[in-house]
């Protein structure tokens, strides 16, 4: 009995094929979907002796694009005003174009708005407290390292290198980034003296 359905199912698998090769070729069978459209298609031709013919009415439609905003151009500084800058937030013209941090507050308080774990709060108090001090306006006169982590140059931060949350908020990811986690950059820190 088994031997008969698998020979019926056999039978119907092979039979469609069979019966499309027994079937004679059209010579003018269309050989794709678009030559089957176009078999369909109608030619309309409309001749109206001393008739004006009126143009079929449309509906109508409008597109309305929306301008990009004209950017706002910056100013450029002049000389004068750079210098104007440098003298009202106590630098002198050779170092960092960066105000510096007047803002008060305290590391934990920073560390929190730039948002470092509780768990992560030691590793960064042990690697701040010997670059800077918790001091957020501590440049390095060598290197021009600024702020609390000592950021290379200091326009890698965004936003303003001496900017305590700025500058934890950039550190985090340079910590993750290159040592996996503040753990990561804390047990670096021990071995080299730097991170």
């Known amino acids: 009995m088994s031997a008969l359905a698998v020979i ?5 698998l092979v039979a469609p094929t069979g019966v499309a090769l ?28 001393g008739a004006a013919i009126t143009p ?10 929306k301008p990009k905003p004209t950017p ?7 000389a004068a005003t750079a210098t104007a800058e440098a003298e009202s937030s106590g630098e002198s013209s050779g170092g960092s174009s960066l105000p510096t ?6 590391p ?5 708005a730039a948002g470092i774990a509780a768990s992560d709060m030691q590793y960064v108090d042990y690697i701040v407290s010997r670059e800077s001090g918790w001091n957020p306006n501590a440049t390095n006169s060598s290197s021009g390292a600024c702020g609390l982590v000592q950021a290379l140059p200091c326009s890698k931060v965004p936003g303003n ?10 550190a985090t990811g340079y910590a993750t980034g290159r040592y996996g986690s503040w753990a990561g950059a804390y047990n670096f820190w021990i071995n080299n003296h730097w991170w």
């Open 56 to 65: 079929v009415e449309r509906g109508a439609f409008e597109v309305y694009v």
């Open 22 to 49: 027994a079937q004679p070729a059209e010579p003018d069978a269309p050989d794709s979907a678009y030559s089957l459209a176009l078999a369909d298609t109608q030619n309309l031709t409309v001749t109206v002796e």
């Open 72 to 78: 706002t151009p910056t100013p450029t500084p002049t």
């Open 161 to 170: 290198g001496y900017n305590p949350v700025d500058n934890l908020q950039w």
């Open 101 to 106: 941090y007047s803002g008060g507050g305290a």
């Open 108 to 112: 934990a308080e920073w560390m929190a």
């Open 8 to 12: 019926g199912f056999a039978g119907a």
